[in-house]
């Protein structure tokens, strides 16, 4: 007796699609809303209200002195003209001066981020007698300051800084607004990373240079490019302290020759050159020279600028 086996014929599955959007569908998914229009438009006359005087202040500094004198602002440097930089650097005082700003802005920074880094650190860990007394600290010099005599006498008679360049360092290398930007941030950072290095045998010290730090690069990118901001456009400190010319900064060395130079044009025996100097196309280019640094330094730190910023101002 033979088994006979029947055998079901297959079929082939069927297999169900979404539909397709249409073309007109797929259009309108793809438009832009008005709300990203109108942020895009108001960014944008933003940005041309912030680049084009910056581009007059350029064309300015390339601009012939009477013609500045005559006509005033322009687009295009015309007639072109080199004459203020040159005067610039004719000598070797900017140089020094360059010098001296880098050695300001690059020690104080790091001193400043050295401080501010461990001082948010322990007032952020809300330890018992140890922080809130270290928060009064910080917290104080944004209501109340000595006053600028107990300053002067503290940095020449103490301290015994004159013409020092930690004369200019020492004053502002700590700002409160910046130690609790960075208290904020470092409250946001997740407890059980933290917890799992002290299971495993990390001190205190080991928790914050090994994990602290290396999570809390774009606060400290912010933080550093504040303080550096902040060194590199400091006058005031180092006309106080600060009476060897070869130890004055950029901005005082240029600021000094902006008023001789206005103060022997506006003599009334002034010589033919001093009158044609050129005061005008001199503040164009001393302006370039001052924030031409920051400006090409700023695009490092600018990825981390926007995250620091917002990780450290809010709080959640």
Do not use: H
């Amino acid at each position: 007796m033979s088994a006979l086996t029947s055998t079901r014929p297959s079929t082939p599955r069927e297999t169900v699609s979404a539909p397709k959007a249409s073309g007109p569908a797929r259009r309108t998914r793809n438009r832009p809303e008005a709300f990203q229009i109108i942020s895009y438009l108001c960014i944008g006359t933003f940005s041309v209200f912030c680049l084009v005087p910056l581009w007059m202040i350029i064309a300015g500094s390339f601009t012939d002195e009477t013609s500045l004198a005559a006509q005033g602002y322009s687009f295009w440097p015309a007639p072109f003209s080199l004459a203020a930089y040159q005067m610039l650097f004719s000598g070797q005082s900017l140089l020094l001066g360059y010098a001296a700003s880098l050695f300001i802005t690059v020690v104080g920074t790091a001193l400043s981020l050295s401080f501010t880094a461990p001082l948010a650190w322990v007032i952020a860990r809300r330890l018992p007698r140890v922080s809130r007394p270290l928060t009064i600290f910080a917290y104080i010099p944004m209501l109340f300051t000595g006053g600028l005599v107990p300053l002067y006498l503290l940095v020449t008679q103490v301290l015994q800084l004159t013409n020092s360049w930690f004369a200019v360092i020492l004053p502002v290398m700590l700002a409160p607004f910046l130690i609790f930007v960075s208290v904020s941030f470092f409250r946001q950072l997740p407890e059980e990373i933290l917890d799992s290095a002290r299971i495993d045998g990390a001190g205190e010290l080991r928790v914050f240079f090994q994990i602290v730090l290396p999570l809390s690069k774009p606060i400290l990118a912010v933080v550093g490019l504040f303080y550096a901001v902040t060194y590199w456009n400091e006058w005031f400190m180092a006309l106080l302290f600060l009476s060897d010319p070869d130890k004055f900064p950029l901005q005082l060395i240029l600021q000094n020759l902006i008023s001789n130079v206005a103060n022997a044009a506006s003599l009334p025996g002034a010589s033919a050159a001093q009158a044609a100097a050129p005061v005008y196309q001199l503040r164009f280019a001393m302006t370039v020279l001052t924030i031409a640094p920051i400006l090409f330094a700023y695009p490092f730190a600018q990825r981390y600028f926007v995250k620091g910023l917002t990780l450290g101002a809010t709080k959640g």
